[in-house]
Nanobody
């Protein structure tokens, strides 16, 4: 019915930059709040940043000033621009979105499969 697909991950040296993208596709009526989460090996999944449909961002303290979240409602896309990357940013980054699908009466929470970000020291 709907899916989220992330892209843009990769291997980068410390201090480098990457830009992640997430696109929502399927029988979508509307995309509400979207967010990026990450999970490092042996750790719990944690919030990186979220953004409302109106574009109001909320960024985790650990990445504030280095990461910027944005979205394009016309294309059902979300982005995460990452600068000054550190080895501790290494993780699998997941896209999350609250989707309203056509023919349904309530929104539902969707997750992508994740894109790997690896920062070498």
């Amino acid at each position: 019915q709907a899916q989220l697909v992330e892209s843009g991950g990769g291997l980068v040296q410390a201090g480098g930059s990457l830009k992640l993208s997430c696109v929502a596709s399927g029988a979508i009526l509307r995309v509400d709040t979207m967010g990026w989460y990450r999970q490092a090996p042996g750790k719990q999944r944690e919030l990186v940043a979220v953004i409302t449909r109106a574009g109001a961002p909320n960024v985790a303290d650990s990445v504030k000033g280095r990461f910027t979240i944005s979205r394009d409602n016309a294309r059902n896309m979300m982005f995460l621009q990452m600068h000054q990357l550190k080895p501790e940013d290494t993780a699998l980054y997941y896209c999350n979105a609250d989707l309203w699908l056509t023919g349904t009466r309530m929104s539902r929470d969707y997750w992508g499969q994740g894109t790997q970000v690896t920062v070498s020291s």
